[in-house]
C-alpha cells in the first residue's frame, strides 16, 4: 500500500479545525497473554529441574557424581533450546494478532472523529519490518531469559555438589532460583507490548501523513518526572523529545501518542 494524506482526506471531507485522535491503550489480557508465552520458559526450566537434575540427584545415594550431573545438566539445557523454539510462532502469532486489533482500533478511531474509513488503506505489510523486529526483540528477550535460568541452575548445582549438600537440600535451592523468573516475564511482557504498540502508532501516523501528536502520560503516580513534563505537549515525529525519545522509547513507558489532524 502506498502512503495516504489524512489531512488533506479530512480537510475535503469538511474538516475546518485541528482534530486529535483518541490514544490506542493496550489492554490487560494482551499483556498478560505474552506473559503466559513468555513464562513457558521458567516452565520448561522448572520441569527440567524437577524431572532430569533433581530426578539424577536423588538417583544416588547421597549425592551425584559429576558425570551425572554433567549429563543431566545437557539434557535440561537441550530441551530449554526446543522450549524456546516453540515459543517463536506463539509471540509471531501474538504479533499478528496484536497487529491486527491495533490497525482496526486506529481506523475505528478516525471514523468516530473525522469520518472518514481509511481501513481499506491499511494492511499488514505497511508494518512488515515493525512485526520482524519485534519478534526477533522477544525472541533475544526469551533466549536471554533462558541463558540465565540456565546460569542460575548450574552454578547452584555445581557451588552445592562442592559443599557436599543433600539431594534434599540441592532440590531445595534449586527450587530457589525461579524466584526472580515471574516478575521477569512481566516485565518483559508489559515492555515490549508498550514498545510494538508505538511502533505500530509510529508507522502508522507517518504512512497516514500525520506528523505530529500530543503526548498522553499515564498519570498514576508511577510515571517518570520527564514523562509527566511531557503530558499534553505537542512533538514532532521527526524530532524525538529530548530526555525521552518519543513515547514508548523508554524501557516500561506506558506513555501514548495521541495523532494531530490539521486540515489542508
Not at 526450566?45 to 547421597?62: D, G, P
Request: glycine fraction near 6%.
Amino acid at each position: 500500500m502506498s502512503d495516504y494524506d489524512l489531512p488533506r482526506m479530512a480537510s475535503a471531507s469538511g474538516l475546518v479545525s485541528t482534530a486529535v485522535l483518541p490514544a490506542i491503550v493496550n489492554t490487560q489480557a494482551q499483556e498478560k497473554s505474552l506473559t503466559a508465552i513468555v513464562a513457558t520458559i521458567v516452565a520448561g526450566w522448572r520441569r527440567s529441574v524437577r524431572e532430569s537434575l533433581i530426578s539424577a540427584v536423588r538417583s544416588s545415594q547421597s549425592a551425584a557424581s559429576p558425570m551425572a550431573i554433567e549429563a543431566a545438566l545437557q539434557v535440561a539445557l537441550r530441551d530449554s533450546e526446543v522450549v524456546a523454539g516453540q515459543t517463536v510462532p506463539r509471540i509471531d502469532r501474538w504479533l499478528n494478532d496484536l497487529e491486527l486489533w491495533h490497525r482496526e482500533r486506529f481506523a475505528a478511531n478516525v471514523v468516530g472523529t473525522v469520518r472518514l474509513d481509511i481501513l481499506p488503506f491499511m494492511s499488514r505489510a505497511d508494518v512488515a519490518p515493525v512485526l520482524k523486529a519485534a519478534l526477533e526483540r522477544n525472541v533475544a528477550l526469551i533466549e536471554g531469559l533462558s541463558a540465565e535460568l540456565a546460569k542460575r541452575v548450574q552454578s547452584a548445582i555445581w557451588t552445592a555438589y562442592g559443599e557436599g549438600m543433600s539431594s534434599t537440600a540441592l532440590a531445595k535451592v534449586l527450587r530457589e532460583q525461579f524466584k526472580f523468573a515471574p516478575a521477569r516475564a512481566r516485565l518483559i511482557a508489559r515492555d515490549q507490548l508498550g514498545s510494538f504498540s508505538s511502533s505500530l502508532d509510529h508507522v502508522r501516523h507517518q504512512q497516514a501523513g500525520l506528523t505530529h501528536y500530543d503526548w498522553k502520560t499515564n498519570l498514576d503516580g508511577r510515571e517518570r518526572d520527564t514523562h509527566r513534563a511531557n503530558n499534553g505537549k505537542r512533538f514532532y515525529w521527526a524530532r524525538a523529545p529530548k530526555g525521552t525519545g518519543h513515547p514508548g522509547h523508554e524501557i516500561r513507558c506506558r506513555c501514548k501518542a495521541r495523532a494531530v489532524i490539521d486540515p489542508k
